[in-house]
C-alpha cells in the first residue's frame, strides 16, 4: 500500500497546458475549468501567451473545459496528458471586417464595435486598406460601425472564418470631411454655379452703370 501511495505522490506533478485557437493564437485570459481524477475541479484564467500551470495532478492526466474567450461562451472539452498538454480549440474563427465608402474605397481609422448579446466584446479600428481582423468564439455577433458621423450595424453568424463587407455613404473625403455622392454633387453645383452668378452680377452692374451715365449726360444738356 506504501508503495502505492508513494507512486501516485511521485506522477502527480505539475501539468503546464498551452491553449490556442486559429494561427497559434494565444488564448491569453480565456476562462478554463480544469478536472483532476480525483474529481477535483478548478476554475481559473488562462495566463500570458496562453499558457496554464496546474500543480499536483495524477498521473498527469486532466479533463479541461474552455469555459469562454473574450466573454464568449466556448463549450469546447478534451482530455490532456503529457504527451498532448497544447490544446487547439477549433471553435473560433477569424472575422475580416471590411469597411468601405460608396466607390468601394477601403476607409482608413474607421470604428468597429463587436457586441455578443449585450456583451462589448472587443472594439478597434481599421488599418489603412480599411480593414479590421479578429479571431472570435463561434457564434452570433451584432458589427457596428462609424466614419465621420456615419454608422451601420449588421448582425453576423460567425461559424467559419467569414469576411464582412461593411459601405457607408462616403463618396469622397475632401479637407478631412467626408462627404456622400448627394453632398458632392450639391457642393459642385453651387461651385458651378459661382462663376455665373459673379457674372450676372457684372453684367447686370455694366448696364446699370451705362444707364447712370446716359441719365447723367441728358441732364447736362
Known sequence: MAIIVLWVAATASALPLTLSAYGGVSLEGAVVEVEKLDGTVIRTRVGRDGILIVKEVPLGILRVRV???KG???GYECVVTPDNSSITVPNIYPLRVSVVGSR???LAGAYVKILYGD???ET???DESGVYSTLLPSGTYTIE???GGRTARTMLELDETRELRIQLDIFAIIGGYPLSTS???GILVVAALIPLILYIIAYEYSIWRKKRIIRATV???
Request: net charge negative.
Open 72 to 74: 464568449v461562451p466556448v
Open 219 to 221: 441732364k447736362e444738356r
Open 104 to 106: 468601394g474605397q477601403g
Open 124 to 126: 478597434g479600428s481599421t
Open 183 to 185: 453632398e458632392l454633387i
Open 145 to 147: 460601425v462609424e466614419y
Open 67 to 69: 469555459v469562454s474567450w
Open 119 to 121: 456583451l462589448l466584446v
